[in-house]
Nanobody
Framework: QVQLLESGGGLVQAGGSLRLSCAASGRTSAILHMSWYRQVPGKERALVARINWSTGNTYYSDSVKGRFTMSRDIAKNTLYLQMNNLKPEDTATYYC????????????WGQGTQVTVSS
């Protein structure tokens, strides 16, 4: 009922910046929260940041605090992740997720966008 499409990934040198976008469509009125996750081969998908869609309250993983900023445009049904001072360890496939039931439930996922940070 909710479709998510990520964009904005690419190749960047260490210290550079990227902005990821996640455009939601479908039953967007049901969205309670949205999140960014990332995953590298051989590792579990890890939460990067999460935002309460209505209140704007945010959570960031320790690894990105101070470097990444999550925001939303409710009118455009779009989630953003501004990534600054990127490090090689940030290299991953980044996924957008949306929850429609509870804060802890990720009900819909995007296809992912690749972020590669070179040293």
């Amino acid at each position: 009922q909710v479709q998510l499409l990520e964009s904005g990934g690419g190749l960047v040198q260490a210290g550079g910046s990227l902005r990821l976008s996640c455009a939601a469509s479908g039953r967007t009125s049901a969205i309670l929260h949205m999140s960014w996750y990332r995953q590298v081969p051989g590792k579990e998908r890890a939460l990067v940041a999460r935002i309460n869609w209505s209140t704007g309250n945010t959570y960031y993983s320790d690894s990105v605090k101070g470097r990444f900023t999550m925001s939303r445009d409710i009118a455009k049904n779009t989630l953003y992740l501004q990534m600054n001072n990127l490090k090689p360890e940030d290299t991953a496939t980044y996924y957008c997720a949306a929850g429609v039931r509870t804060w802890s439930t990720n009900d819909y996922w995007g296809q992912g966008t690749q972020v590669t940070v070179s040293s």
